[in-house]
């Protein structure tokens, strides 16, 4: 009897940091996996580290915030890997300034990626996971969903990205469908380094001082959050929807 066909995962923001760690996850779990990311070049790291672990992965480049491209690169993904039925919104981008000195521009990319981004590939999404009945949305919040000075722009996204969560649980459970946000804590990435540049701070010294200030005693790192993806994504998360976890180290609501 042949094997059926892996279940297709898609993970946006996957080049680098927490996605290109969910996407070898979920790879490891069994998923085929397309790395989505603006730039396909900039794939090829995460694709080749599947691929090496005898897992199949697709890199695709695509504007999140892009009709266009989103559907170009969903229609790609069903087409070569087979219909999407996970989908991990991870992609973003910071533009932190305090409310006074913020630009339109600066509110309008983050939004862009974060807001119109997870909508964008939700809706090109939801229709395959329809048809099989089947399916598992995580959208990437944050804990500066709670407020956080100078991320006027970040936090609001942050926060809407839990109401869209909850609704997408409402409208689509009935197709077997759910979906779930993770509000990650402080986290060592390439975006988390560059905000202690930004600020004029020693990498070494920030990660520490942040430490200190986390119950667990200690930074997350990208594995962590690859790691409750892992669960809500489960065949044994099928009754877990429409909750926000907030993967920080300690209590944070």
């Excluded at 680098?16 to 790879?27: S, V």
């Excluded at 397309?34 to 672990?53: M, N, P, R």
């Excluded at 509110?107 to 395959?128: E, I, N, P, Y």
């Excluded at 065949?235 to 920080?248: L, N, P, R, T, W």
Aim: charged share 20%; with cysteine.
């Amino acid at each position: 009897m042949s094997e059926s066909p892996a279940r297709v995962a898609i993970v946006t923001g996957a080049a680098r940091g927490i996605g290109a760690a969910t996407a070898l996850r979920l790879a490891a779990d069994g998923f085929a996996v397309a790395v989505l990311d603006l730039d396909e070049s900039s794939t090829a790291g995460t694709v080749q580290a599947i691929e090496a672990a005898g897992g199949r992965a697709l890199g695709v480049g695509a504007d999140v915030g892009d009709a266009e491209q989103v559907q170009a690169a969903v229609d790609r993904i069903a087409a070569e890997l087979g219909p999407p039925v996970v989908l991990v919104n991870n992609a973003g981008v910071t533009r932190d300034n305090m409310l006074f000195k913020m630009t339109d521009a600066d509110w309008d990319l983050v939004m862009h990626v974060h807001l119109r981004g997870s909508f964008l590939m939700t809706r090109a999404c939801q229709k395959h996971m329809v048809d099989a009945k089947w399916g598992r949305v995580v959208n990437l919040s944050s804990t500066s969903a709670l407020g956080n000075r100078g991320q006027a722009n970040y936090a609001t996204a942050k926060a809407g990205l839990q109401g869209f969560t909850k609704t997408l649980a409402i409208e689509l459970g009935k197709f077997g469908v759910t979906a779930n946000a993770i509000a990650p804590g402080f986290i060592q990435t390439e975006m988390t380094r560059a905000t202690a540049e930004r600020i004029g701070r020693d990498w070494e010294e920030y990660v520490a001082e942040r430490a200190a200030a986390i119950p667990v005693a200690r930074a997350g790192v990208p594995e962590d959050i690859a790691h409750t993806v892992s669960f809500f994504v489960s065949e044994g998360a099928g009754f877990v929807s429409g909750q926000v976890v907030y993967v920080a180290g300690g209590p944070r609501t």
